[in-house]
């Protein structure tokens, strides 16, 4: 079975926890990260690896305060693995949290809910 992975936030990337065998996936706080590809690169193999083994229903939950131009690229791509499942049946659901105050994140959500075949839930707080 896959293992659980799970990053600690720095200043500058967030909180990373993602636990295949139940499904459940969190990204919480800034990703900002100096050197994108080294952050992002472990989060990628792990997520192609799930999607070949995943749990029958799969939450990715968001609450990224800010990102960069070079992370919003790296989680679009890794939202496009979790499409692959949306395609092959399986119940996939990204949770996108914002602050009612911050147009931008919330614009942002809205905006990769447009290029995915994912069920997004917007979800102010």
Same mark, same amino acid.
């Given at each position: 079975? !896959? *293992?659980?992975?799970?990053? &600690?936030?720095?200043? &500058?990337?967030?909180?990373? =926890?993602?636990?295949?065998?139940?499904? !459940?996936?969190?990204?919480?706080?800034?990703?900002?990260? /100096? =050197?994108?590809?080294? #952050?992002?690169?472990?989060?990628?193999?792990?997520?192609? =690896?799930?999607?070949?083994?995943?749990? /029958?229903?799969?939450?990715?939950?968001?609450? %990224? =305060?800010? #990102?960069?131009?070079?992370?919003?690229?790296?989680?679009?791509?890794?939202?496009? /693995?979790?499409?692959?499942?949306?395609?092959?049946?399986?119940?996939?659901?990204? %949770?996108?949290?914002?602050?009612?105050?911050?147009? +931008?994140?919330?614009?942002?959500?809205?905006?990769?809910?447009? +290029?995915?075949?994912? *069920?997004?839930? +917007?979800?102010?707080?």
């Amino acid at each position: 079975m !896959l *293992q659980r992975l799970q990053l &600690d936030a720095t200043e &500058d990337t967030p909180i990373v =926890d993602f636990d295949a065998s139940t499904g !459940l996936l969190s990204v919480i706080g800034r990703a900002l990260p /100096e =050197d994108a590809h080294s #952050f992002f690169s472990p989060i990628q193999i792990w997520v192609q =690896d799930y999607v070949r083994s995943p749990a /029958e229903n799969t939450v990715i939950d968001l609450r %990224i =305060d800010y #990102f960069n131009s070079a992370a919003t690229r790296y989680i679009f791509n890794i939202l496009l /693995e979790f499409e692959k499942l949306t395609e092959d049946g399986k119940n996939v659901r990204v %949770i996108w949290n914002f602050s009612k105050a911050d147009e +931008m994140i919330a614009a942002k959500g809205e905006e990769l809910e447009s +290029m995915l075949d994912i *069920q997004f839930e +917007m979800r102010p707080f």
